[in-house]
């Protein structure tokens, strides 16, 4: 399988703390996106980061991307009721046209 | 609005009966895309198309067919649907160039069970 794969798979935290989730992936790729779904809905896209840069801000999201290590990390600073959800990672592998999406990782925030 | 619709959102139907789900984007996208997300394993692309009449495999294309005839439209077939095929389906539009991708749009996504 191609699949990346996400941790942690599940993460509670209090509003007002930050959310830090981290995506591994398996091959060169183009760009690595994160997309967030709330409860079986369809995924909605937060923010992309290309292969050649390394951090990337908007709003309360902080993605970086390290492509020696084949990881990139997510995090939501001083999180809401609301981002409650589902948190996903995809990639599109050099030379492909393809996607491939991580595991996800549930994120929980308790008010 | 722009957005991606599929068709129907809920279906239940027995092994072997053939069905389609329908996919339609109204922002004059080239690239669009099935995936299928199962519990535990995230989702997974079926198949995508690059633009009208160019196809291709994603990672699990067995037992399903696409064809894309109108830039707008992308269907997804199961010529003989069968139990492990029951899954919530997600069609996606993108304006990726080639060799250049962007973000995608999803639609609401159709829970399919096969008995």
């Known amino acids: 399988s191609q699949q990346g794969e996400e941790d942690p798979q599940a993460l509670s935290i209090q509003e007002g703390e930050n959310a830090t989730m981290n995506c591994s992936y398996k091959t060169s790729i183009n760009n690595l996106q994160w997309y967030r779904q709330n409860s079986g809905r369809g995924l909605v896209h937060l923010i992309l980061i290309r292969s050649n840069e390394r951090e990337k801000h908007s709003g309360r999201l902080r993605v970086t991307l390290d492509t020696s290590k084949k990881s990139s990390s997510l995090l939501i600073t001083a999180s809401r009721a609301a981002d409650t959800a589902s948190y996903f990672c995809?990639?599109?592998?050099?030379?492909?046209?393809?996607?491939?999406f991580g595991t996800g990782t549930r994120l929980k925030v308790l008010a | 609005e722009a957005q991606v619709t599929q068709n129907p959102r809920y279906l239940i139907t027995v092994t072997g009966k053939k069905l389609t789900v329908t996919c339609s984007q109204n922002?004059?996208?080239?690239?669009m895309s099935w995936y299928r997300q199962d519990p535990g394993l995230g989702l997974r692309q079926i198949y995508y198309?690059?633009?009208?009449?160019?196809?291709d495999k994603g990672d699990v294309p067995e037992g399903y067919k696409v064809s894309r005839k109108e830039k707008r439209n992308f269907p997804l077939i199961l010529e003989s649907p069968s139990p492990n095929q029951t899954s919530l389906y997600f069609c996606?539009?993108?304006?990726?160039?080639?060799?250049?991708?962007?973000?995608?749009?999803f639609g609401p996504g159709t829970r399919l069970t096969v008995l």
């Open positions: 198309s690059m633009n009208v009449e160019v196809t």
């Open positions: 922002m004059n996208h080239e690239y």
């Open positions: 996606a539009s993108s304006s990726g160039r080639e060799g250049v991708s962007n973000e995608q749009f």
């Open positions: 995809a990639t599109d592998p050099r030379g492909t046209y393809k996607y491939i």
